[in-house]
C-alpha cells in the first residue's frame, strides 16, 4: 500500500522561527506583562493541551463533542460539506473534524498548526481513519501566516474553528482576525464557530484551577517554550499558577505568579521581576449568543443556525460570508 505521507501535501510556513523576540520583550517589559498563548503550544504543550481536555473540571471539549455527535447530520447539510474545502485553523489532535468527517468527505481538509511535529502525528492517525480524506496540512501561526489562497485546493472555504479558541482574542481581535480570515479565503466563506457560554463562576473557575495541575504545568510550559526558543534564564518553577473569572470582562484570565525575584536576560535587555508579580498568559472569554451573533456578524458574517448542550454551557454557531 502506498506510504501515509504521500496523501498529504505539507505546507511549513517555520511558525516557530516567526515567533518575535521583539513582541516578547515588548509584552515582557509592560506596565503589566503579559505573553501570547501561542507559547503553550509546542509539542509538549499541546499533548498537556489534550490531556486538559479529558480531565474532569475541564467540560469544555465533553460539552462539544456531545453537541457535535448529536447534531453532526444537521450542520453538514448546512454547510454542503461535500462541496467544501474545510478550513481548520489550531486543529491540534483533529479529534473534532471526525464527527464531520463521518457525515460527508470535503473536497480537501486543510488542518493549521503551529506545532509541525504534533500535526504530523495527528494526521498520521487520522488518514489511517480516513483514506479517502485528501488533506493540505499548514504548519503555521494562524494569527499572522496565510498562504496565498491558490496554494491551496479547490472547494467552497468553510473555516472550522470548535473549541472556543476564539475566546483567547479580545472581542475587537476576535472581529478582525474572522475578517481577516475571510478575506484570505476569498470573501465568501462558512464559519462553523464553537463558543464557550456564561456560567456559574464556580464552575468556570474549576476548568482552568483543576485538581492535578495539568493546567498550572500547560501555563509555565509557555516560559518553557521561551528559554528553548530565545535562550533565556527564567526559574520556570519558581511560577505559580493562578486563574480567575473577570465578570466584568467576561474572561477566565491566566497569570503566572513569580515566587521568587528574577533577573532574565533577553536579547539585550535584562528583565526584572519581583516577587509576586505576574505575568497575564491567556484570556479566555465567555459570551452570551446574541453577543457573540453580534460579533461575528461585524466581521461580515450571516448568521444561519446555532447548536447547543441542553445545559446552554457551550455552543456551536454556523455563518456565512
Ligand atoms: C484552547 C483556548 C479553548 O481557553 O479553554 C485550557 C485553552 N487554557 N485551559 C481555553 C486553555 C487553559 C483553551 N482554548
Not at 503551529?114 to 479517502?132: C, K, M, R, V
Not at 530565545?230 to 473569572?245: D, K, L, Q
Not at 505568579?257 to 528574577?262: F, H, K, R, T
Amino acid at each position: 500500500s502506498m506510504p501515509q505521507e504521500e496523501r498529504i501535501d505539507w505546507i511549513d510556513m517555520e511558525p516557530a522561527t516567526q515567533h518575535s523576540l521583539f513582541d516578547v520583550l515588548r509584552g515582557l517589559s509592560a506596565e503589566r506583562k503579559h505573553l501570547s498563548p501561542t507559547f503553550f503550544y509546542d509539542e509538549r504543550g499541546s499533548q498537556l493541551f489534550e490531556t486538559i481536555t479529558q480531565l474532569p473540571e475541564y467540560y469544555l471539549t465533553r460539552t462539544e463533542n456531545g453537541i457535535l455527535r448529536r447534531h453532526a447530520s444537521d450542520m453538514a447539510r448546512a454547510m454542503r460539506l461535500d462541496q467544501s474545502l474545510l478550513v481548520e485553523p489550531g486543529c491540534g489532535s483533529c479529534e473534532k473534524v471526525r464527527w464531520l468527517l463521518d457525515q460527508a468527505m470535503p473536497r480537501a481538509f486543510v488542518p493549521m498548526e503551529i506545532s509541525g511535529d504534533f500535526l504530523a502525528t495527528s494526521l498520521e492517525q487520522l488518514s489511517d481513519a480516513y483514506p479517502a480524506l485528501s488533506i493540505t496540512a499548514l504548519v503555521a501561526d494562524y494569527h499572522q501566516q496565510f498562504p496565498n489562497r491558490n496554494v491551496l485546493p479547490d472547494g467552497h472555504p468553510i473555516l472550522f474553528f470548535p473549541g472556543s479558541t476564539i475566546g483567547n482574542f479580545d472581542p475587537g481581535e476576535a472581529q478582525r482576525f474572522l475578517r481577516s480570515m475571510g478575506d484570505w479565503l476569498g470573501g465568501q466563506c462558512g464559519l462553523l464557530i464553537g463558543v464557550d457560554l456564561h456560567k456559574p463562576t464556580s464552575m468556570l473557575e474549576a476548568a482552568y484551577n483543576d485538581s492535578q495541575g495539568v493546567t498550572a504545568e500547560f501555563n509555565r510550559n509557555a516560559l518553557r517554550q521561551i528559554n528553548r526558543l530565545f535562550g533565556t534564564a527564567f526559574n520556570v518553577e519558581a511560577f505559580r499558577h493562578r486563574a480567575h473569572y473577570d465578570s466584568m470582562l467576561h474572561r477566565i484570565e491566566m497569570h503566572l505568579i513569580a515566587d521568587l525575584p528574577q533577573d532574565v536576560t533577553l536579547g539585550r535587555e535584562t528583565l526584572h521581576i519581583e516577587a509576586g508579580e505576574s505575568i497575564h498568559t491567556e484570556s479566555s472569554y465567555k459570551y452570551n449568543p446574541d453577543t457573540f451573533i453580534g460579533l461575528v456578524g461585524t466581521a461580515g458574517y450571516r448568521f444561519e443556525q446555532a447548536w447547543f448542550d441542553d445545559d446552554r454551557y457551550f455552543g456551536l454557531f454556523y455563518f456565512e460570508r
